[in-house]
């Protein structure tokens, strides 16, 4: 399978994002922004960074770069898109994903490890994740505390958008272990038609045992087992 | 002539911010204070002779789609 990772003006995850996909045995390679194409590409992946800065709002800038009509097109096809961070954001942005992702309740910057417990593992992005494992991935955002309006968290709890959520070592949701405010401990969630979906921790950062976790792997795992189980649309 | 738009977070959004200049206000003696909102403010300047109207059609449309988001923000704007 080959992942195309997006690269704007201040990514600075792309060569992990790169990294962790061979790691896995598969190919992946850069398109920079500014490209109206895609290429041959199985998946995409938005990934973390700064881009443009963080200038007006995290991902605001990002999401009218040409590429973007490439990914829209993509995930209209049914192609696996996933936002990491920076991504997660942009995806928001661009109205990919529902919702927003706002200052860290506390104002500060979270550099650390956290627990992730997977809500839903109907989806191309969790279907490899085991039962009834946490996972442990870490997160490095300022603007990460995720935020929708009422009718919208009602619909991502009735149609399971929502993926992970942030807990403690025991799996427990609580107001400790969710590091930024974000509603419902939301760290991840999926589209309706669940081909697309954004997460603020770093699976990339959390592909090898010495990176400290290799849980991050179970994601691009799934992703993989999912276009392994049903060719993605290619798009132009 | 000048545009000028204000975006202030929208009043259900968790607004940490403005929390914390409230109560920074309060510890300085400030007393009175209901609430602060933080937000942005972009000064536009626009070429002379610019019609008002179609500028303000424009900007309003950019303030929606690109300056403001509209999930977690409100913007007021203003042409003069």
Redesign the interface.
Known sequence: MHFVVLQFPASNCDQDCVHAVRVLGHTSGLVWHKETSLGAADAVIVPGGFSYGDY??CG?IAR?SPVMQAVKQFADHGGLVLGICNGFQIL??AGLLP??L??????QFHCEQVFLKTASFDSPFTCKIPRDKLLKIPIAHGEG?Y???EATLAGLKSNHQILWQYCDAKGELTETSNPN?SLLNIAGLCNERRNVAGLMPHPDRASEEILGSADGRFIFESMIAALLEKPAAKAA | MKAKIIITPKKAVLDPQGKTVQSALAHMGYTGVTGVHVGKYLEIDLAPGTDKAAAHAALNEAAHKFLSNPVIEDYRLEIE
């Open positions: 007006l709002r605001a009218f928001c942005e919702g927003a706002i200052r860290n309740r506390d104002l505390c935020f929708a309006d405010g």
